[in-house]
């Protein structure tokens, strides 16, 4: 990318917080005062949030960048905090957990509970010989047993990995060989869209190929059948037989937590490396501060999967850390119907809820009648996280689910930064649909041009972290050369992400997608983001996605995949007439440049299951490439499905 990207679409509607929480929000303007006097007094305020069992010596080590050290002699447990402390307060009979599986089962657990369970696993987990140290893997489905594999092993200072569901063996296997895991722990299976989905059976495979892993820990939860292995102990012979007393030692501050991989490209993946204190402390605080979370009253409601950074921080550490109330959901938001969420939200009173763009698209797609069968006047507060939201369906999700009365936040953060960085504050900041708007108090964001500059309100660039902060990844697993070069070369001095970006006028940040996906037409840098928004703002488009291909006049073109919402005619001429439309609609709203050289009106988009649109296989298809490596697709039909229409019109055209 040369220079900067430009800054094509201007948004000018605001939203005030309501005044009602703004009058009782956790978090004031003061925040932002007292963290940019004092940085990191401001942490160390924070991180006396948790019960640390000995004190720190020194806030942050920074003498030997990029590797951090924070809270420097200071010892902790992580599951302590999570369970025992609020278990001691006498909050033991408060519900934890209000588990919701996709066939209707359903389990309360409360704090005494999860405790229970999770002395159980520690204590079993140390009989199958894991000491502090040692790495589990950990592949669940979206069961209660998987946050109680993950805090047993914070009990024990076991470093879990968790890999999500549905990856397949070789993902699975490089995973488990990388860390080099001593225990799996996973489930006969797990529900998903109806069916019962076999796990056990690719475990079975991986593990032969991975001499490390010394047992197989199986949770019974589908009940079929499956092939058993000298290796294999059930969880309810060994597990829930093991005595639930356990004392919980403390760790260093910089001990191992947690390797998360990321997905998405063909490379090795890389094993972020997150520790403990530092960690707890900022999941822990941008819970309370970020989703206002009040956990005497509220039931908070985080839709990711366990497998995703925002199921590690925001289902299992911030809200439990901090004592809160939550539903946990097992399946698919369209099973048995597509009004599951909205029922569960009735059903539980769930106020505050934190889900992805890409599902609110997808519920855009389906139509404002099916939300509005629902009692959802328990909402008070919307998260989004994952991917930049439209503008269109940030409006979308402020009106038919927040019924205009609940603010939105859209957080941006990172697997790499372990919580959340940029975000409104919901009884603060003033919104902008479609801007995460500021980095938090504590936290230091800027946009810089290619010469790492800060660029002027009004331009767009590259997205820099300028300080460390406590929950970022200390290195890539067994790589601190990859940790170095991927993240601390680009800007010397300066952390980056990756993430395109921009400052409007009044210097709130707008993200603007992967730079690896920036389009260069005609010598212009263009965002894929925005043209997205763009054709998202024309009522009769739920979810879009553009690519530069390969263009002999303009370098590259910009070719859009769209998906039309379920009211819209699309076949033959009305199909025809409306993709001539939404390309005036684009050079309208944007700019003649940024006008699509083609757009395909298909049924699905190739995602990640984390739901992050994989634009690497889209440009396969607009250039006419063999597909490359589709192993992190949800769903891997729907590429055919995509190829297939493109060859249509390809034929139709010739
Ligand atoms: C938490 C998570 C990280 C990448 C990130 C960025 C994109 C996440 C975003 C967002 C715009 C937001 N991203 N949140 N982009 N606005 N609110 O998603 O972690 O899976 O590691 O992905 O996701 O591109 O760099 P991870």
Known sequence: MS????????????????????????????????????????????????????????????????????????QLNVAYNCLDRHVAAGRGDKVAIYWEGEPGDTRTITYADLHRMTCQAANALTALGVTAGDRVAIYLPMIPEAVVAMLACARIGATHSVVFGGFSVEALTNRIQDADAKVVITADGGYRRGKAIALKATVDQAVSRCPSVEHVLVVRRTGEEVTWTDKDLWWHETVEQASDQHEAQPFDAEHPLFILYTSGTTAKPKGILHTTGGYLTQVSYTTWAVFDLKPETDVYWCTADI?????????????????????????????????????????????????????????????????????????????????????????????????????VVDTWWQTETGAIMISPLPGVTVAKPGSAMAPLPGISADVVDDQGNPVPNGGGGYLVLREPWPSMLRTVWGDDQRYIDTYWSRFPGMYFPGDGAKKDEDGHIWLLGRVDDVMLVSGHNISTTEVESALVSHPAVAE??????????TG?????????????????????????????????????????RQIMLVPELPKTRSGKIMRRLLRDVAENRELGDVTTLQDSTVMDLIAKGMRARKSDED
């Not at 929480?21 to 942490?43: C, G, K, M, P, Q």
């Not at 007439?577 to 709203?589: C, D, F, G, S, Y």
């Open 3 to 74: 220079e900067t990207l430009e800054n094509l679409l201007h948004e000018t509607r605001q939203f005030p917080p309501p005044a009602a929480l703004a009058a009782t929000a956790n978090v004031t303007a003061a925040a932002y005062e007292e963290a940019s006097a004092d940085r990191l007094a401001f942490w160390e305020r924070q991180a006396r949030r948790l019960d640390w069992a000995k004190e720190w010596n020194q806030v942050l080590d920074w003498s030997n960048p990029p590797f951090a050290k924070w809270f420097v002699g200071g």
């Open 544 to 553: 879009a996605a553009v690519v530069g291909a390969t263009d002999p006049t």
């Open 307 to 407: 497998g995703w950074v925002t199921g590690h921080s925001y289902i299992v550490y911030g809200p439990l850390s901090n004592g809160a109330t939550q539903v946990m959901y097992e399946g698919t938001p369209d099973t048995p119907h597509k009004g599951r969420l909205w029922e569960l939200v009735d059903k539980y009173r769930v106020s505050i809820l934190y889900t992805a763009p890409t599902l609110i698209r997808t519920l855009m797609k389906w139509g404002d009648d099916i939300p509005a069968q629902y009692d959802l006047s328990s909402l008070r507060l919307l998260g989004s996280v994952g991917e930049p939201i439209n503008p269109e369906a940030w409006m979308w999700y402020r009106k038919h689910i927040g019924h205009d009365r609940c603010p």
């Open 556 to 596: 590259q073109a910009i070719v859009a995949f769209t998906i039309p919402r379920s009211h819209v005619d699309t076949s033959g001429t009305a199909g025809e007439a409306l993709i001539a439309e939404l390309r005036e609609h684009v050079a309208k709203t944007l700019g003649p440049i940024a006008k699509p």
